[in-house]
C-alpha cells in the first residue's frame, strides 16, 4: 500500500540539502505551492551515542546542550529562527493546539499551550509546526486553498484515537474548510515488519479498522501497519485517497532513523511544516 513511497532521488530535495551532510527528506512539494515539509533523520546533528547525531527532543537523556545545539543547526537551516521553531510537549494524547498571533509571540518551550498536546495547527506563513518521532508515524496536514497547516503524532493511541479527524473537525469548526481540500503527507515510521503486538491490542485495532490491511497475524504473533490505519482515518474524514502520501521507510528496518522498538535509548527525529512567507 506504499503507493507513494520516495527513492533515493527525492533524498535531501532541495537546498543542497545532500552537500550539508545530511540526508533528510524535503517534500513540500506533495502539498502544494509554499508549503515546505521536512523529516530530519540521524544525520546532521552534534549528539553523541546512542543519540547520535541529530537528536531534537530534551527528555530522551541527550545532553541538552547538544540537543539545544541541534535545533539551532535545523532553525538555520529552515531559515526561520529559533522563535518560529514550535515544539510541542507531546503525552500520546489527542489534545491538539492552535496557534496564532497572540499564541505565537508567546509560545516557549514551557508555555502552557504547548503542553500534552500532540498536533498543532496554524494558518501563519513562516512559522515551522512539529512533531518529535522516533517509530510513531508524523503526519502532515495542509488545505492548500486556504493556507492552513497541521503536524500530528500518531503513535497507537493517537491513531486508534482517531487524532487525525480531531485535527479536521478543529479546522472546519474553526474555518469552515472541509477535509476534502485537505492532503496529507505521512513520514517514516515504524512498518508491519517490525510494528509486533499482543492479541488485545491487535484486537483492538481489528475492530477499528474490520476492512483495511492493518492487522496481520503471523504464526503466534500480530503486526500493526499505522500509516495504513491512518490512511483508513483520513478517508474517513472526507481526504481523497490520492492526496494521501506516505514518504520514508521502517524507522527500525533501516538505521538512518531512531527507532524506539529496536534501540531503547534513543533520539528522535523531527517533521517540520511550514507555509513560506510572501514576498512582500
Ligand atoms: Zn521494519
Not at 136 to 143: D, G, K, Q, R, S
Not at 223 to 240: P, T, Y
Not at 248 to 254: F, H, N
Request: with cysteine.
Amino acid at each position: 500500500m506504499e503507493r507513494k513511497r520516495l527513492g533515493d532521488e527525492d533524498r535531501g530535495h532541495g537546498d543542497g540539502a545532500m552537500s550539508r551532510g545530511h540526508a533528510w527528506l524535503e517534500v513540500g512539494y506533495l502539498l502544494g505551492p509554499g508549503f515546505r515539509l521536512l523529516f530530519t533523520d540521524r544525520t546532521g546533528g552534534v549528539s553523541e551515542p546512542p543519540y547520535d547525531e541529530m537528536n531534537l527532543a530534551f527528555h530522551t537523556g541527550d545532553d541538552p546542550s547538544k540537543v539545544a545545539k541541534n535545533r539551532a543547526i535545523l532553525a538555520r537551516w529552515i531559515g526561520l529562527g529559533d522563535s518560529r521553531m514550535i515544539y510541542p510537549q507531546q503525552v500520546h494524547g489527542l489534545s491538539v493546539a492552535w496557534l496564532e498571533g497572540t499564541s505565537v509571540r508567546s509560545v516557549t518551550m514551557d508555555e502552557e499551550v504547548l503542553r500534552g498536546k500532540d498536533g498543532l495547527i496554524s494558518t501563519e506563513s513562516g512559522l515551522a509546526l512539529s512533531v518529535l518521532t522516533a517509530d510513531c508515524v508524523p503526519l502532515a496536514l495542509a488545505y492548500p486553498e486556504r493556507g492552513i497547516v497541521a503536524v500530528l503524532h500518531a503513535g497507537w493511541r493517537g491513531t486508534i484515537g482517531d487524532i487525525a479527524s480531531i485535527a479536521c473537525r478543529l479546522i472546519e469548526e474553526r474555518t469552515g474548510a472541509k477535509a476534502s481540500e485537505a492532503r496529507a503527507v505521512m513520514g517514516p515510521c515504524i512498518g508491519p515488519c517490525c510494528y509486533e503486538v499482543d492479541k488485545g491490542r491487535a484486537e483492538q485495532f481489528v475492530e477499528k479498522y474490520p476492512d483495511g490491511n492493518v492487522v496481520f497475524r503471523h504464526g503466534g504473533a500480530w503486526s500493526l501497519d499505522l500509516k495504513q490505519a491512518n490512511i483508513v482515518n483520513l478517508k474517513r474524514c472526507g481526504i481523497e485517497e490520492s492526496a494521501i502520501h506516505l514518504v520514508g521507510g521502517c524507522t527500525c528496518c533501516e538505521p538512518r532513523y531512531y527507532s524506539f522498538r529496536r534501540d531503547g535509548i534513543t533520539g528522535r527525529q523531527g517533521a517540520f511544516l511550514w507555509r513560506e512567507e510572501k514576498v512582500r
